[in-house]
């Protein structure tokens, strides 16, 4: 088990005192009672800087935690008391009924003033986060499973502002009782009745270009890699970077991925793959014309931009190279007409800016503070000037990430003999998992990308009726799992599959991604150590469908089917060989 | 005479539970504001003298502001249910509107007089001043007693109250309000009268009309929630955890209550309040060292608000006389019920414990009482200042109603949060920096707000 980062008491974090960007405290609280995992990680990582930055500068880049108020979760217990929402928070109801109770209901008047304080001198977009008391008392991640909200708070009125605060809080409230979330508590045997949750408004590090509010690199640097490529090491550790807010390494999007030791190579593609392979679209704060009103939608104030739009922005130069399909080459820069590659070139090759430096040694500080693999996110802004870049750097969180120590054997037998059902040379995680008698897996027959956003559906349908069993399962599908885009792989989110103990991800000739390669959705998988094999319809090994379909059937829908086992099978996964394999 | 020696027997507006639960125990007890030997105008005028020393006022703005600008005083003649006629003496006083429209209740007194409503009309100026809201002051009131009227003679009353003054009354000019013995329901035939001869909708002409016609959410608990969000205030700045703080109440009415709801809930507990006893004819205080139960204690009340005293001991309280919430060991006190609570008899029954006295009811602490404390350095929140998030929340509801749009509750709760955190930090600044007491402090940054007004209108 790792260390677990040091939670701090309420009475250690001053009171908001309405300034928000004048205020003397980077960190300040409303109300009592705790402050939840996030805000601990928030707190932990201002703690970090302070040690190992404290002029908060890293060669000419400003490196800071955001400004954040927590919300304590005295504010939450009296939200749910006075308004008498406990009996539909714990019903089955749907999310929306349950998101529009929340909304419905009185936020506590002696926490309104702090709030309405807040945005009477706050005019720039400000993220609404969740920060759950369990996700700090288990030491579990929950990313994904609650509900952010950004908010573009430029409104010119006070009172607009102050109502789209509360309404994105009383969401993120809502979200502790959504399907989803109940789900995932389930599975990690913990009710939602002991949930609580805290708040984090923070401020949103980015630009305005335009209608747009952004930064320019959102980065998630972890300090072990699960998928090493070339001549790195898994100690090395791994960066996604993506254009935009996080929200696209969050949802599985299409990143650049690379080792910090190696900042100048990339994944293993070929320019082809690269091309297809690289980000086209990036996510903002709708900082323009008021969207459709529906304070149920987490992504109510989120557009989704063109990288060409970036470019128009200015916002691309130090991300973004150009194909030269005249030569076949990648050249660094968007100075050539072309195609672009969001390669993050220019940012990490030139050395104009140390950002490289300052990532690693930020991995190595929280991995020397926790002593054990950690996970960062931070988002940067680039403003060119006439001297350079003003760089600054946003680190929005650290939490330590789960590496198993266990040693297993797999032998050229098991992967290869008929014992095996599938193997794998790509997997994530550690360990034997021998008491699972279920599969739910995607029927390869029938499946096609266009049939993705059906296929989630039906696994969900499949994944819960089982789960209320409380029986674990294996999954087997095409493409990346969770992704948001449709076409990438089966758009799930974590709510739908979080009963699965052991995770397959296999490739068609219809569905020949690249698949994930870790991401926020994939850290809830390596936290709750479940398996994840990674199975290529081109590589040596296979997955024996026709075995699969001889077993005894439990449910089945068009394009995915749960059969039951007679004996449980037997999952082995070798994280030091990343092999792995499930015997039957 | 010091400045905050005079003080006494301030206004209050809008608050018709507490203002008619006050009145009736004044009436019970035989002690109209009139019989207790002093002519309130001249305190008044007394009191605005000293501050306008304070501030150096030059002498137009002095006499502008020692007097009301305007006065009505009028007959309303109506017919009783036996068919008599009876003739009603009424008044309104529009003391200054340099700020904004008048604002202020309207009175059924049978000792009213029009130097009462004169004083109550100018404390009512410095009262929307001090927590800076854009409205003046004035007092209305009609000598009767609605003890003895029937709800229709009641009726006929408001209406020829409204029919005498139309024309000077208004949403732009004047906005009354419930006080001593009148409610929501004579606002609404108040308000009925006056759009039936002005023939449209004019919701934002009277304030504390219930939620739905046209009154404001939160109402109810904004005179109590305000004092907290003063004594929170206060508390921040003497450095003091409220979690680690008690505190004693006297009165169980609604201010008191919503005062005692909200400490408790940012972490205070209350050790003891004092509720007035209708068949004993006194008042008793109910004290629990563990803190007490405010949902418990309310659901043993009964139609008059007595807490029940064989059921409070079942809760745990200790049954004590009346004044004994004075003498408990708290960091503060908040007496939430009648005036001239803390007298130069009682003070020294203070506690040294107590820091902070924050005044939720009107006039709570005698001259002599007030000198006492301060010398022994109690911080005191006044009340003009304490208890103005009920005239605050009465002009948030005239906003909404000009508007004809009704904010949410925790809208008005916020903007009352804002308002009286602001005019509290204004008044403790001007104390520090001025070293002056906090009730003289509230009332010079008040008069010279008003003051400042007529000058910028050219007044003077």
């Known amino acids: ?584 | 005479m010091p400045f905050s020696s005079v003080y006494n027997l301030p206004p209050n507006d809008a608050d018709s539970n507490q203002m008619s639960w006050l009145s009736a125990k004044t009436l019970r007890r035989g002690r109209p504001v009139t019989d207790s030997g002093f002519n309130p105008y001249e305190m008044a005028q007394a009191q605005f003298d000293s501050g306008a020393e304070v501030l150096g006022l030059d002498r137009g703005a002095r006499e502008i502001l020692r007097v009301p600008l305007r006065e009505y005083q009028f007959s309303i003649p109506i017919r009783m249910d036996d068919g008599s006629v009876g003739v009603y003496r009424g008044f309104r006083v529009q003391h200054n509107d340099a700020r904004g429209p008048c604002k202020g209740g309207i009175r059924f007194h049978p000792a009213e007089t029009i130097d009462t409503v004169r004083a109550l009309a100018m404390w009512m100026t410095w009262k929307c001043a001090v927590v800076d809201i854009p409205l003046g002051g004035g007092k209305g009131g009609v000598v009767c007693d609605p003890h003895n009227l029937s709800m229709r003679e009641q009726e006929q009353i408001c209406r020829g109250w409204v029919r005498q003054l139309a024309k000077n009354v208004g949403p732009v000019t004047d906005i009354p309000a419930p006080d001593v013995m009148t409610s929501s329901q004579h606002m609404l035939w108040m308000l009925d009268e006056f759009e039936h001869i002005c023939g449209g909708h004019y919701p934002g002409f009277i304030t504390g009309k219930p939620v739905g016609m046209g009154g404001s959410l939160g109402r109810t608990e904004a005179t109590g929630y305000g004092v907290i969000f003063t004594l929170r205030e206060a508390l921040r700045e003497l450095g003091i955890d409220p979690d680690k703080t008690t505190a004693s109440v006297q009165g169980f009415g609604n201010v008191a209550q919503f005062a005692i709801e909200l400490y408790q809930q940012i972490g205070g507990k209350v050790i003891c309040v004092s509720c007035w006893d209708q068949a004993d004819q006194q008042a008793y205080s109910f004290s629990n060292p563990e803190g007490i139960d405010l949902k418990a204690l309310k659901g043993i009340t009964n139609r008059f608000g007595d807490i029940d005293k064989a059921k409070a001991k079942e809760l745990g309280c200790e049954i004590l006389d009346g004044e004994a919430w004075l003498g408990q060991d708290a960091d503060i006190l908040i007496p939430a019920a009648l005036e001239n609570q803390i007298t130069g008899e009682n003070v020294e029954r203070i506690s040294k414990k107590v820091k902070i006295i924050a005044e939720g009811a009107n006039g709570p602490t005698t001259p002599e009482a007030d000198h006492a404390i301060q010398s022994r350095d109690i911080f005191v929140i006044p009340d003009f200042l304490a208890n103005a998030g009920g005239v605050t929340c009465s002009y948030f509801e005239q906003v909404q109603s000009n508007a004809n749009y009704y904010w949410e509750k925790d809208d008005v709760l916020s903007r009352l949060d804002l308002k009286m955190t602001a005019a509290f930090a204004a008044v403790s600044e001007l104390s520090r920096k001025r070293k002056l007491y906090m009730r003289d402090a509230a009332y010079v940054i008040a008069v010279d707000r008003v003051a400042q007004a007529c000058r910028d209108r050219g007044w003077v």
């Open chain 1, 1 to 584: 088990m790792p260390q677990k980062i040091p939670v701090l008491s309420v009475t250690d974090i001053p009171r908001f005192d309405r300034h928000f960007f004048g205020g003397e405290h980077v960190i300040s609280r409303i109300g009592g009672g705790a402050i939840g995992g996030k805000a601990s990680g928030l707190a932990f990582a201002d703690t970090v800087l302070q040690k190992n930055l404290p002029g908060g500068s890293y060669q000419g880049i400003t490196v800071s935690i955001p400004r954040f108020v927590v919300i304590g979760t005295d504010v939450f217990d009296a939200f749910l008391e006075r308004n008498d929402l406990g009996e539909v928070a714990q019903s089955d109801t749907s999310d929306d009924r349950i998101g529009m109770a929340f909304q419905r209901a009185e936020f506590p008047a002696e926490f309104a003033g702090d709030l309405r304080g807040l945005v009477s001198t706050v005019h720039a977009p400000l993220a609404v986060r969740s920060s759950s008391m369990l996700e700090d008392a288990m030491y579990e991640p929950f990313a994904g499973v609650y509900g952010t909200k950004m908010i573009p708070n430029n409104q010119p009125d006070t009172d607009t502002r102050y109502r789209k605060l509360i309404d994105a809080i009383k969401f993120v409230y809502a979200s502790t009782f959504f399907r989803g979330a109940k789900s995932y508590l389930s599975i990690t045997r913990q009710g939602t009745a002991q949930e609580k949750m805290a708040v984090i408004i923070q401020e949103v590090v980015g630009l305005r270009h335009r209608d747009r509010f952004y930064p320019n690199v959102s980065g998630v640097g972890r300090s072990y890699n699960f998928y090493p490529v070339g001549h790195a090491q898994p100690e090395e550790g791994v960066v996604d970077l993506a254009l935009g807010l996080g929200k696209t390494i969050v949802d599985g999007g299409r990143v650049w991925t690379y080792s910090p030791a190696f900042p100048q190579a990339g994944p293993p593609f070929t320019t082809g793959e690269m091309l297809s392979n690289t980000q086209t679209d990036f996510w903002a704060v709708n900082m323009g014309k008021p969207p459709t009103f529906d304070p149920m939608k987490e992504t109510e104030y989120l557009i989704k931009a063109d990288i060409k739009d970036a470019e128009s922005d200015d916002s691309i130069r130090l991300a973004a190279s150009t194909y030269q399909p005249q030569n076949d080459r990648i050249v660094m820069g968007t100075g050539a007409d072309g195609p672009r590659i969001l390669n993050f070139g220019p940012l990490l090759q030139l050395h104009e800016v140390p950002f490289n430096d300052l990532v690693t040694m930020l991995l190595q500080s929280c991995q020397q503070a926790l002593d054990v693999p950690v996970e960062i996110e931070f988002a940067v802004t680039t403003d060119r000037t006439s001297e350079g870049y003003s760089v600054r750097f946003g680190f929005l969180q650290v939490r330590p990430m789960v590496v198993s120590s266990a040693t297993v054997d797999i032998t050229d037998d098991e992967l290869e003999g008929d014992r095996s059902l599938l193997a794998s040379e790509r997997t994530m995680g550690n360990g034997v998992v021998d008491n699972l008698t279920d599969i739910i897996y995607v029927k390869p027959d029938l499946f096609g990308k266009e049939h993705t956003r059906t296929v989630a559906a039906e696994i969900d349908e499949l994944s819960k009726r089982i789960s209320d069993d409380s029986r674990g399962y294996v999954l087997i599908g095409f493409g990346r799992w969770g992704s948001s885009d449709p076409w990438l792989g089966i758009p799930v989110d974590w709510g739908s599959i979080g009963g699965a103990r052991v995770i397959v991800e296999a490739t068609l000739p219809d569905m020949d991604v690249e698949l994930s390669q870790g991401s926020h959705f994939f850290h809830n998988i390596t936290s709750l150590q479940i398996p994840y094999l990674c199975v290529r319809h081109s590589n040596r090994f296979k997955i024996d469908w026709l075995w699969l379909e001889s077993q005894p059937i439990v449910a089945e829908t068009k394009f995915v089917r749960h059969v039951r086992l007679a004996a449980p099978l037997t999952v082995k996964i070798d994280g030091r060989g990343r092999k792995g394999v499930i015997l039957r």
